[in-house]
């Protein structure tokens, strides 16, 4: 995930030790929610008035609204289970879904589309700032909708077929994060349950989605130096 601050460690570990992890802070400390950094954090502050604990869980046990208390949050870890759970990559002219059963991947694709400008800029955003341009924008608009239209499709049939997710996650550019809900169909799952990637992402394909969803199964434990 993202990497804690200079002045701070991270101790890591996997999602299957979350409940035994948080029991060790929670004996120690006193945790409060920090849900805008999706993590708990010591009510006590060390010399440069920074948390003395900060304890991240796993993005795919994520701290939700009805589990903002520490102790309601461990008692929601058992019995521990993943449950359903979409990742979502996209980039102008290239997009990867993967649909996890708990740890199992059981469905995935990658869509491909040309989308991008000769200078490396999405035809989306060049027409945002320079207007319309002359060559090949038909070409690559028309391309830009398709991968959203397919994206989304493929989404919305998985939710049919499997039933409704229990965790959404989504990397995608700020700029063209709009386009994905203005699509026909647009995403099955409401902007407010999709919780965003908190890592660079490459390109999206096959091999990324899969690292992606490991980084997810980790979590952290920050301390000061």
């Known amino acids: 995930m993202n990497e804690p601050p200079e002045d701070r460690i991270a101790d890591t570990f996997s999602w299957r030790d979350t409940a035994a992890r948080l029991k060790e802070v929670l004996a120690d400390d006193d945790l409060v929610a920090e849900p805008e950094r999706g993590c708990f954090r010591s009510a006590r502050e060390v010399g440069d008035r920074s948390p003395a604990i900060r304890f991240h869980p796993p993005r795919v046990l994520p701290i939700t609204a009805d589990r903002l208390d520490p102790e309601r949050y461990l008692s929601s870890l058992d019995p521990l289970g993943l449950g359903r759970q979409v990742v979502v990559l996209i980039q102008a002219g290239s997009s990867a879904v993967g649909l996890w059963d708990e740890t199992d991947l059981i469905l995935h694709k990658v869509i491909r589309a040309y989308v991008v400008r000769g200078k490396g800029r999405a035809q989306m955003s060049h027409l945002k700032t320079k207007g319309k341009s002359r060559y090949g924008s038909r070409l690559r608009l028309q391309n830009w909708e398709r991968q959203r239209v397919e994206t989304n499709q493929r989404l919305l049939d998985w939710r049919t077929e499997s039933g409704p997710f ?32 908190p890592i660079h992402v490459h390109r999206p394909d096959f091999n990324e989605l899969v690292r992606v969803r490991r980084r997810l199964e980790w979590g952290r434990i920050e301390r000061p130096h």
């Open 166 to 197: 229990d965790v959404v996650h989504v990397s995608c550019p700020v700029r063209l994060w709009p386009d994905f809900y203005a699509a026909d169909p647009p995403p099955p799952f409401p902007r407010d349950e999709a919780l965003r990637i």
